[in-house]
């Protein structure tokens, strides 16, 4: 066997496990080695951690969905942490002062820095951690709540429902995220999911330390530092935010941001890839294989350029052709046509393993530059 085809050979099988060949692998853990989570009924008190910034156009539809919350009032703290908005935010934000919501002005220094500020003020027994566009499902919080009474969890993950989109583009990009939660899903019950959503997540108080100053993924860092203490981290689907689809465009930028705090998490938490970490294979397979996929499929371009013996060359080329042929065709067939169903998918995935490539950018930008205007950080669906 040649190197070239030794290279093609090794990558293209490593993007085919990443792909499918890992979720197939998950599922059939989870068939064998699902660890049920103990939930009950109970009521902790909670501290609502809202950061935003510039987020006028949704902070007071998301104050009342936090106040609509099927859940003692009494026993819920809200915390709205402004880093640096300069627009009517904090206005906003004041005017449910009477309600209950406090309201903690911070320079603008990131989504991490804000956190850190509202953990210092944070009274309740559990954290509730949201972004200011999703609106909650009213019962969301006690579905948080309720597990735990299981003293093995120390985080519990909710689920972000993407509304169906309109056009071919918007459904593919729910397509994804249906797919990522597949997987969570199904970890869950293994033991841990690697990080929980950043729209809707919450955790023991006693677990929380701050993060660091340039940290993108809180969703990432905070639920880790509960996984290393011994605990779980679980995926419950009944506790629901929502949000509208996005474009490919948004995406991208997007998923930049989320693999690049992969890449910080890797540096601050380095037992991720040792015998410490109990979900070690999921790990590697899947937030890894996800950073290592363009290199990959870089790789097996380079090898059946660099000269496959001809009947691999042939079938190699030809497929590589037609698939990236077909994800840049789709940027310019209509809307409707039925080509639209092979292109847009290709297109989607193209351009999130290019996101992937885009995430070591995380090495020479500041962590601060990735906090959106929208109100909302890496985190999410990530």
């Not at 046509?337 to 290709?346: F, V």
């Not at 959106?372 to 990530?382: K, L, M, Q, V």
Request: with cysteine.
């Amino acid at each position: 066997m040649t190197i070239s085809l030794a290279v093609f050979v090794i990558s293209a099988t490593f993007a085919v496990y990443v792909l499918a060949g890992y979720p197939l692998l998950l599922d059939l853990r989870a068939r064998r080695r699902a660890k049920p989570v103990q939930s009950q009924p109970i009521e902790k008190t909670v501290t609502v951690l809202l950061a935003v910034r510039n987020g006028e156009r949704w902070i007071a539809d998301k104050l009342r969905s936090l106040l609509a919350l099927d859940y003692p009032r009494g026993l819920v703290q809200i915390l709205v942490i402004s880093d640096g908005s300069t627009d009517r935010t904090d206005e906003i934000a004041r005017q449910f002062s009477e309600e209950g919501v406090d309201l903690i002005r911070v320079p603008g220094g990131g989504k991490a820095a804000a956190l850190n500020a509202g953990l210092e003020r944070a009274s309740g027994e559990i954290l509730f951690f949201t972004d200011v566009r999703q609106p909650l499902a009213p019962e969301s919080l006690r579905h948080l709540v309720a597990p735990f009474a299981d003293p093995e969890v120390g985080v519990v993950s909710g689920e972000l429902v993407i509304v169906e989109g309109r056009t071919r583009e918007e459904l593919n990009v729910g397509l994804y995220w249906r797919y990522e939660k597949w997987i969570r899903r199904r970890q869950s019950l293994i033991d841990s999911v690697i990080g929980a959503t950043g729209a809707i997540y919450a955790m023991r108080r006693s677990l929380a330390r701050p993060l660091p100053r340039r940290a993108l993924l809180d969703d990432v860092h905070l639920p880790l530092g509960a996984f290393f203490a011994g605990y779980r981290v679980v995926w419950d689907d009944k506790a629901k935010a929502f949000d509208t689809p996005t474009s490919l465009r948004q995406e991208f930028r997007r998923k930049v941001r989320t693999q690049a705090g992969v890449y910080q998490i890797l540096l601050a938490w380095p037992q991720l890839l040792g015998p410490e970490n109990r979900m070690w294979l999921d790990f590697i397979s899947h937030k890894l294989g996800r950073l290592l996929l363009p290199f990959a499929l870089i790789a097996a371009a380079q090898a059946t350029l660099a000269g496959l013996p001809d009947a691999w060359a042939r079938l190699a080329a030809s497929a590589q052709g037609l698939g990236y042929g077909l994800a840049l065709a789709d940027m310019a067939i209509p809307e409707g046509w039925p080509l639209k169903r092979a292109t847009a998918p290709l297109c989607a995935m193209l351009v999130l393993v290019a996101a992937a490539f885009c995430g070591a950018s995380v090495l020479l930008r500041p962590g601060a530059d990735f906090w959106r205007h929208d109100g909302t950080a890496a985190g999410g669906n990530s």
